[in-house]
């Protein structure tokens, strides 16, 4: 499988190469667009401020390239929230896939720390199906357990809407995770959320 992940100027993308490359992966960290298009699968991780990040990815046209990619994406912490439509972030309007905007967090008393980081439980969002006597999730949450934790750290969130699949609470509750048609997200960091996040890069994998 050809697997491609988004270089661009952010942080931490190195951490993910490195956690696909303990599940046998190699892939491919590239700006070409032609890579991205012909890719079986899609990544877009990073940490950074979400300005910098945007002009460097419209100054080579790769929001463009995103936004019109037809494989899998996987959108990872500031890459969730360059997916939504724009960002308090240096208020700058962002690739759009989701129809969201991008918040920071607002501390409500003294214990409320900005960033966010550390360990959180998950609420993954998910139905009861009858025929099949089971609790159905969305496949990338598949298989994670009934309370996941996973790791954190960030000053904005994505706020919770229709295309929420998982939680999580820091002040307030907001968007974890997210999926819209081939474009699916987490605001945390599963490279560094032990055999949780090991296991929805799995399930991203096998989409």
Known sequence: MNIAI???NAGNIYSVVNA???MGIEPLLTDDPEELRKA???LFPGQGEARGAMEYLKARRLDEVIRDLKQPVFGICVG???LCKHSEEGDVDCIGIFNAEVKRFRPEKHEDKVPCMGWNELEVSGEWREVRGEYQTNPLMEGLGEHPYVYFVHSYYVPVCEE???TANYILPYSASMHKDNFYTCQFHPEKSGKVGEQILKNFMEL
């Open 20 to 22: 696909l490359r303990r």
């Open 164 to 166: 929420t699949i998982a």
């Open 80 to 82: 969730q929230q360059l």
């Open 6 to 8: 988004v270089k661009y």
């Open 40 to 42: 079986d699968r899609v």
